[in-house]
Structure formats: C-alpha cells, structure tokens
C-alpha cells in the first residue's frame, strides 16, 4: 500500500523543522508565529473537509457551520456570557463557566458530529451542484440565526459576539501566558502552536488511518460511483453521514481552539468567504491527497497573510483600493479558477503509480 | 387585509426581478449543465455599470428626463455585462466542458468571488446611493401603495418576458437553443454551433441580469459590490423551485418566491410571537429550496427525471 | 447446506404507464448453472434484470433467493441478499486501483467500523489482512494480479470487464449476474471471457447472463430463456431453444439462430 508519508523524505527532517519553527520565526516579531498557529488550524480544516470532499466526494460548501459551532460552543461554556446572560446559569455556577481542555475537545468534536449529521441529511439525495448549493444554504442558515439569536433569548450575543473566552490550560498553566523554561522563555502564541501542531499530527494520523481502511475505501467508492457502489452491497446512506459527522468533528475542534486562541467570537468570522476558502485549500492542494491538503492549506492562510506587509506599498499605489483582506481574495478566486483550467487535480494530487506502463507483457491481444 | 394586498405588490415586485435573474440560470443549465453559480454577480456588475454611466450621462444630458436617462444606462449596462459573460463563458467555462463534475463548479465559484472582488477594487466597497430618476409619489391601489418604481418593474419584466418569449419561439436562434437543450448531439449533427449557441444564451441572460440589477438598484436605492449575491442565490432557487431549465418554471418560480418570501417575512413576526422577525427572511430562500430538492426534485414543472441506471 | 435452486421467479409482472414492460414472467436458476436470459430488443431483459437487482419493485410475483424468500427494499440490500451484478457500461471507482475496487466490495461481508481503523484494533488489522488476501486471489483468478496496484482506468477494456467480475464475486455472491458482459468486446476478448465464465461455473458458482450476442449465449449457457414483449415464449437448453419456432419468428430479420 502506498505510504505518502515516504514522500516527506527524511522524516526526522521534517519533525525538526516544525518543531523548531517558533523560534526561527520568532525574531521577526510575535505575529508571524501567529500567522503559523492560524495556519494549523486552517489545516485542521482542510483535513476535515477532506473527509467530506475529497475521500466522499460530497461538495459541502457550508463547512465553516462546523467550524462556528465548535467556536461558540467554547465561547459559551468559558466565558462569562451564559453567566451574565441568565442569572440562574450564574447561581448553577458561582465560580462562572470555565471548562478545561480535555472536557471542550471531545464535547466540540460531538456537537459538531451530530451538526454534521443533522445537515448531512437532507443533502444524501442530492447530486454534485444541488448538494453544494444547499449545503451553502445551511451555512448562510447558521449565520443568520448566530447573528439574530440575541433575542428574545440572549444565546449567541448576536453581531457583538462573544468574549473574553478563556484560554486553554495545559497541565494547569493556561496559554494565554508565557512559559519560563530556565533560558527559554516561550511566549503565548508558540505553547499554541505546539498544542496546535500536536492537534494536526494527531488528525494526520487519524485520516491516513481512515484513509486505508474499510470505511475509507467505501467513502471513495461512493465518491467514484455511487450507483456501482450500492450495487456492490455498500450503505450509501449511512457512509454519507458518516463521512458528514467525522468531518465535521474537525471543524468543531478546529472551532473551539481557535475561540481560545483569539479569545472571542463574532459571526463575521464565519462567512461564506471561509468555506470556500476550506474548500479551494482542499481542492486547489490536492483532493484526497494529504500533504497536498496540507500544501494547500498552509498556502492559501500563510500566503494572504504575508502579503499584508506587502500590501501596504500596493495599498498606497492604488488609493486605498487594494488592502491584504482584498488581495487575498483576489488571489485565491484568480487561483480556483487558474488552476481548475490548468492543473485541475491540484498543486500535489495523489501520484499515479508509474508500475503499470511498464509491465504490460503482451497481456493483451 | 391591507396589508396583505400590499405584501403581494411587493412580492410580485420581488418575485419579477427573481423571474428575470432565474431564467438566466435555468437557460444555461438547460444547455450544458451547469449552475452559473457567478450569474448574481452579473446582476451586480449590470447595476454598478448604470451607476456609473448615469453618473455620467446625467451631469451631459441635463435635459433629459430622468426615465430616459435609466433606459439609456441600462442599455449600456447591458452590452457591458453581456460582454463580460461571454468572455466569462469563452475563457473559464468553455474548455471545462467535459471535465468531471468538481472543475466546472468551483470555477464558477472563483469566478464569482473574483467578480465581487473586481468590483471592490473598481467602485470601492463603500455602499452607495443609487439615483432616484423616477417620480417617486406612490400610486394607490385599494389600500396599498405602488411606486412608479415599482410599476416599471413589473412592466419590464413583462415587456422583457414577450420579447424573450418571441425569441425562443419564432426565431432560429431560439430554435437552436431549444434543439440544443433537449439534444445536443442531434442538433449539432443538424448544423446548429452548440458553441454560438452557449454564447447566446451567456449573452441573454446577461441582459436580463442586469435588467433586474439596474431594477433592483432604483427600488432599494442602493448598488454595492455584494449587492448580487444573496439574490443570485435566490433566483436559483426560483429555478429549481419551477423546474430548472423550464423557461416558465423559471418565472413561476421566481414569481412564487418573491411572494412566499415577501408575505412571509412580513407575518412571521406575527407567526412566531415575536421571536423571529423579518431578519430571518433570508433564510425562506433557503428552506423553499431545500424542501424542493427534498420532496420534488424536478421542481413545479419540471418532468420527472427517471434514475437511469 | 447450499440450496438447490438458488433463484426461483414467478409471476413477475412490471408495468411502466402505458408499457407493460413483463408479464408473468418465471425462471429458475439452479446451482452450477450459467443461465442466459435473451430476447430481441425491448423484450424486457434489462427490465428484468433491474428488477431483480433492486432498482425498482416488480408490481406482483415472487422471488426465493437460495431457499428465502427475496425482496429487496434498496439497492444496497441486493448484495447482502446474495446478487452481484455488473454493469453493461463497465462501471468501476475509475480512480481506484484494481485491487482496491475489489477490496471495497469486501465491505459488505465485513464489518471494521470507524473506530476499528482510527485505533488500528486487532480485529480491524485482522480483517484488513483477509480482505487485502482475499482481494489479490481474486484478481489471481480472473487473470489481473499483475495490475494489482494500478488505477482502475488505465486498465484495457477486456481487463476492466475482468476487474468488474473480480469485484462482483468478492462480495461471494449466491448468484453472479452479468449485464451484457460481452458488449464491446472484440472476438478474441470473447473467447476469453468465454473461459472465466466457464471457470466460474466449474467452480460451482451460478451466473445469470444477459447478452445480444446469441452465438456466445448458446455456447455457453446450460439453459436460456426467452422473452419477447415481456413474456417468456421459450425456456430450456439451448440447442432446445434454437428450434423453437416462437424464437425463430421473434427473431426473424436475424441472421443468428
């Protein structure tokens, strides 16, 4: 069986790299080791999309939803939202809503599962395009409620959000503070990138397994032929929601981490912009094809935001007109479409295996 | 009951540029399968190009009545916007054709994020006032009002309706399409380009998009480069809701959402006591269209597809 | 204790609007047999054939599938129930190779859920190796092993046809029904075909065979069917059938037979 992982060459290589990247990006200022904590759990978007796009073969363009309702489940179980929201929450808890990392994950990776079934649901008749364009409804569906479900009940704080969110704590020291270490002092943003990193190593793992096993092969039968897969006895349906749920438990945790990490939540966040973003990471690296899933992710959320020091000549040069947001988005439109006409299988789809050429032996009259 | 009457002038207000904006998605996808998901865009670029032109043509032609002035933007806008669409069409749909199913999607994806983006860059993402060139006095009707506004509307539309009715109809262009749409193989064989065809219907729906773009503008006053999206959307589901790629189905559709989406948005205050008000009524869109796709696929006249094996 | 008849029809009617696509329409398939079913165009094999692998309900008749009775709700059923088909248009996971489109088809004989491959449980590494098995003898026996790793598409015609029957019969089916599995072939991919089929029958497995090509059906089948507008006019052996006079006139203007 293939194993991808050989295409990273010398592993320990890269283990060093990543593991030693903090500190070489460090010196140029705290913010572009954000830019790499961003970029993990953009990663850990992609490989939930993944799932769903990529080994399924189902277009779901709402996925950000996922990523949304892992964010506000966070945000609403470790801040003071609930409590200054609903006085009787405020009496069930006196010392306020704060919830540790290890009960957030699994109840992030949940709720976004069973999101992730509840939509799915509807969809599991629906062809390519049909599927997309309703799957974008739902997305847009979230928004709306997350952006109005300030009254009468006050759930999600509409537009403003909500915030402070605690950060995360690791063995009782919580992130959001710098770490001494003896000599090595390691500020907030690097503990969350190894946290972040320890996240993307795990889901690595977790879809290379599924990826060869039964249920991965079954999702890509379903993606390659559907009618052919039911004909050879596969529950379409269930696989479908499956499929749904596990990928939507990345985006919970993705979610919820990343509330953690900015401390606050607000539906802008999560706009249609940002699942097509997951999705031409996905499409645009290399669908099914984990590091080009990652290739693409790591592009399309470093690249943008390294233009921003960039942008600022631009900006000038053109009035106003073209800031980093707006280059980002121009990028990343020009290249679905760029590299749909010209590389359509992805900067670094999965290598054809060049065996075959070259051992046919006059099998065939 | 008052009330009532003047939901449904909105609604069909509503629903006419819907209709207009659906038959430009129903066309194409009638033809080569494809959900032009960049089509509301167009709608914004057609009202964005009449905004600037009248800001042109007003400050020249200073005695000209403001409805000509709106007829001579429009007319422009449209040769832009058609312009635009068949270029669209002949450089990012054209060699995807055959591709498998993702390609052709996602590009028109890009395409439109890339014409919003355009659009940014070139007018500035600032929201801005649309000039009122028509009367403005409401006209009574009953116990509802109806502003000229809204009377020119729903007479373009219709007027737009009988000329593209007659051009599908009693022309050879519009013989070609409907050859073309029910089979392309056949028709090609019987000397129809299907490429000048696809042009075509690019190019007709470009029109249309911008009518109700330029229509859409004067009635909400405003133009703005997101203006296209969420009523591009809609119109698709008007689509899908009569029957995609049934031209009639298009309108009916495109007519019943707008007064499904109207009426509605304006009781469900009332409906929910209070809970939901008219801020939810974008998603009446939504559910219209996943409750077609759930329980009637082929929409209101569309035929039954069977499942070929 | 394998059943005797492994598929018994009877009465099976079908009417599509103004169409009455069969009518009472009765076969058994014994065991070991490879069992042709023919007939001019539109005379509802592929009706037939649909019906029994669970696209769309007959309106009245009765099914027994090796002994129990068979009426499947779904597609996906077919499989579990004992039918494997395979399509007249070749229909493989295109961007699969052929030893994972015959693995898939193991899916539904196996069980290892999500979370048997996430943490790699013994019974999930278990199966995994006796799919794995499994997957490489069968395409062994059809006569592909060496394209194990290669994707399904790049295959030749006359192999897809193989890997598709390869695949079927990983889902150890009661009953292998092939769709027109000759369609497109050239007369040397016949003749080949020709030999699995007849070392699937030698191997007590029982096939269903549509086909056009009348000589291939007559070669090779143990007995054939014959429908024409719906009905069956004639079932037996073939060189049984080859004289009937019915068949004679439902396919004159032919020059088979």
Redesign the interface.
């Known amino acids: 069986m293939p194993n991808t992982s050989s295409l990273f060459g010398n592993r320990w290589l890269l283990a060093g790299v990543l593991l030693l990247l903090p500190f070489v990006l460090q010196p140029f200022g705290n913010a572009w080791v954000r830019i790499a904590d961003m970029s993990l759990l953009y990663v850990l978007l992609a490989l939930g999309l993944n799932i769903v796009v990529g080994y399924a073969g189902l277009l779901d363009l709402g996925y950000v939803a996922f990523f949304a309702v892992g964010a506000y489940l966070f945000g609403l179980l470790a801040s003071p939202h609930l409590t200054d929201a609903f006085p009787w929450i405020a009496t069930m808890f006196p010392n306020g809503l704060h919830l540790s990392l290890w009960m957030v994950l699994p109840m992030a990776a949940g709720v976004a599962a069973l999101f992730g079934i509840v939509l799915g649901a509807p969809t599991l008749k629906l062809r390519g395009d049909y599927l997309a364009i309703v799957t974008i409804g739902f997305g847009e569906i979230i928004r709306v409620f997350l952006n109005n479900l300030d009254q009468p009940v006050n759930i999600t704080n509409g537009p403003k959000g909500i915030g402070p969110i605690d950060s995360v704590s690791v063995f009782g020291h919580p992130l959001s503070k710098r770490l001494e270490l003896g000599f090595i002092e390691l500020p907030s943003v690097t503990l969350y990138y190894y946290l972040f990193l320890l996240l993307v190593v795990v889901s690595v793992v977790v879809c290379h397994r599924l990826e060869n096993s039964r249920i991965g092969r079954a999702w890509m039968a379903i993606r390659e032929d559907e009618i052919a897969a039911k004909a050879m006895g596969l529950n379409t349906r269930n696989l479908k929601l499956m499929a749904f749920g596990m990928g939507a438990t990345f985006g919970g945790i993705s979610g919820a981490m990343f509330a953690a990490f900015q401390g606050f939540v607000s539906p802008e966040s999560f706009s249609l912009m940002e699942s097509v973003m997951i999705v031409a990471m996905v499409v645009l690296g290399g669908l099914g094809h984990l590091p080009g899933v990652i290739l693409g992710a790591v592009l399309l959320a470093a690249l943008p935001e390294a233009l921003r020091y960039v942008a600022g000549p631009l900006q000038e040069m053109t009035g106003g007109r073209l800031d980093a947001a707006i280059l980002r988005q121009l990028l990343i439109s020009v290249a679905m479409v760029g590299v749909m006409l010209w590389r359509p299988s992805g900067l670094w789809p999965k290598p054809e295996h060049g065996k075959r050429l070259q051992s046919v032996e006059g099998h065939d009259a | 009951m008052d009330v009532l009457l003047q939901q449904v002038i909105n609604g069909l207000v509503l629903g006419s540029m819907y209709a207009l904006v659906a038959l430009g998605y129903t066309m194409v996808y009638g033809i080569i399968n ?2 032009n998901f960049a089509h509301g865009e167009v709608l914004m670029i057609g009202a964005l190009c009449s905004w600037s032109l009248i800001n042109i043509l007003q400050p020249a032609f200073p005695n000209l009545p403001g409805w000509v002035i709106l007829i001579m933007a429009m007319v422009l806008a449209s040769l832009a916007a058609a312009s635009l669409n068949f270029a669209i069409e002949k450089i ?1 749909y054209r ?2 054709r055959n ?9 028109a ?6 014409l ?3 659009a ?3 007018w ?1 993402p600032n929201y801005k006032p649309f000039p009122t060139l028509l009367p403005t006095t409401p006209i009574p009707i009953g116990e509802a009002v109806i502003t000229p506004t809204q009377l020119m509307i729903l007479g373009l539309t219709a007027v737009a309706l009988a000329v593209l009715s007659w051009l599908v109809n009693a022309t050879r262009l519009g013989r070609a399409m409907r050859a073309t749409a029910e089979n392309p193989r056949m028709a090609s064989l019987m000397g129809v380009k299907p490429d000048m065809v696809i042009s075509a219907t690019f190019i007709i729906g470009a029109v249309l998009a911008t009518l109700a773009g330029v229509m859409w503008a004067s009635n909400y006053g405003t133009v703005h480069h997101a203006m296209g ?1 969420l009523p591009g ?1 809609k119109a ?2 008007a689509a ?1 809701f009569g029957g995609i790629g049934n031209l009639g189905g298009a309108v009916v559709g495109g007519l019943l959402l707008g007064l499904i989406e109207s009426i509605g948005s304006g009781y469900l205050g009332e409906l929910t006591g ?3 008000g008219s ?2 009524s ?2 009446f ?2 559910l219209v ?2 409750l077609v ?2 329980l009637r ?1 082929s929409g209101l006249m569309g035929e039954r597809v069977a ?1 070929r ?1 | 204790m394998l059943s005797h008849h492994v598929l018994q029809v009877a009465g099976v009617s079908k009417r599509f609007g103004g169409l009455q696509a069969l009518s009472d329409v009765h076969l058994t398939i014994e065991r070991g047999q490879v069992y042709g079913l023919i007939g001019p165009n539109g005379a509802g094999k592929t009706t037939f054939f649909n019906v029994i692998t669970g696209l769309y309900p007959a309106d009245s008749g009765n099914f027994v599938l090796a002994d129990h009775p068979y009426q499947p709700k779904d597609v996906h059923l077919v499989a579990k129930a004992g039918i494997a088909r395979t399509f007249q248009n070749i229909r493989l996971f295109a961007e699969m190779t052929a030893l994972e489109n015959v693995m898939v088809a193991r899916h539904v004989r196996t069980h290892s859920g999500l979370l048997g491959a996430i943490f790699r449980t013994k019974s999930f590494t278990q199966e995994e190796k006796e799919i794995t098995e499994r997957a490489h003898a069968l395409l062994e026996y059809v006569g592909i092993e060496a394209f194990a790793n290669v994707k399904a598409r790049t295959l030749s015609y006359g192999d897809q046809r193989r890997l598709e029957i390869a695949r079927a019969l990983a889902t150890d089916p009661q009953l292998l029904a092939l769709d027109e599995p000759a369609a497109g072939m050239n007369a040397t991919e016949k003749v080949q075909l020709r030999a699995l089929i007849d070392k699937i029958r030698h191997d007590q497995r029982t096939v269903l065979l549509i086909e056009h090509d009348v000589k291939l059906v007559m070669g090779l089948c143990d007995r054939v069917t014959v429908l024409d507008e719906g009905q069956v006019i004639a079932e037996g052996t073939p060189a049984h059938v080859q004289r009937d006079a019915r068949v004679m006139q439902a396919y004159l203007g032919t020059a088979q037979v």
């Open positions: 494809l959900i990012a060699p995807l591709a498998p199913k993702l390609a052709p999607l996602i590009t994806i890009g395409m439109s994020i890339f919003q983006t355009i940014m860059i070139i500035k999206f959307l698709f589901t899908v209070g809970v939901m801020q939810y974008d998603i869109a939504f269209l996943i796709l759930t696929p499942d094996a």
